[in-house]
């Protein structure tokens, strides 16, 4: 897990009933649950995605299908799944122009992921996709390969102890402490060396600046 997040990305499922006015509620769950996750970045893919993962059950299925949305980690991506009881409606990926009222709706889907299909269970249909988030990892982060070699670091300086089920306030309180504590260390490293640690500081502070305009 990202030890500064703390929160894992932990796999989740929620059921719901195929009906339109649901899909409104399970696109703010989405929202909510990335932001969570750190995902702002795929927010808006990820709900499209929803939209039209319930849409379609809703369409071909059936209005008031019982489902269930699934989101987890796929290595570095974001897999969304929906669960309906129903293995013979198939979703298919057609060929609708821009004006079409209906068949668009995979289309979008395979628009904004890496890749989606259907699973066929004994008594189920998955129909899957997975979206691309830019991270290294599952429990990576969009920091970069500063913040990357930064949590090296902080995993020295008692960033493990902001663990899962930690009050966020305190994890926050904790990487702080320990963030504070690494660039103490380097100062005082920088000064046994004879470095001007304020003129260091100054030029650290110069180019974090110019990199975050």
Not at 25 to 53: F, K, N, P, T, Y
């Amino acid at each position: 897990m990202d030890c500064i997040a703390g929160v894992p990305r932990k796999p989740w499922s929620l059921p719901f009933t195929a009906e339109p006015q649901e899909v409104a509620a399970l696109r703010r769950i989405m929202r909510l649950h990335l932001g969570l996750w750190g995902l702002h970045g795929v927010v808006d893919a990820a709900q499209l995605c929803v939209s039209e993962l319930a849409s379609n059950v809703i369409r071909h299925v059936g209005a008031g299908t019982p489902a269930t949305l699934v989101v987890s980690m796929s290595g570095p991506r974001l897999r969304i799944e929906v669960h309906d009881s129903d293995t013979r409606a198939l979703p298919v990926l057609l060929d609708a122009g821009l004006d079409a009222e209906s068949g668009r709706g995979m289309s979008l889907v395979s628009a904004v992921t890496d890749r989606w299909g259907v699973q066929l269970r004994a008594d189920q249909k998955v129909t899957w996709c997975e979206l691309p988030t830019g991270l290294p990892s599952a429990e990576g982060h969009s920091g970069g390969a500063r913040v990357t070699r930064a949590e090296v670091f902080l995993s020295d300086y008692g960033c493990q102890h902001a663990r899962p089920g930690l009050a966020r306030e305190r994890a926050v309180a904790l990487v702080e402490e320990a963030a504070i504590d690494v660039v103490v260390d380097v100062l005082h490293w920088l000064r046994a060396h004879g470095h001007d640690a304020d003129e260091a500081l100054d030029r650290a502070q110069t180019r974090f600046d110019a990199e975050t305009e």
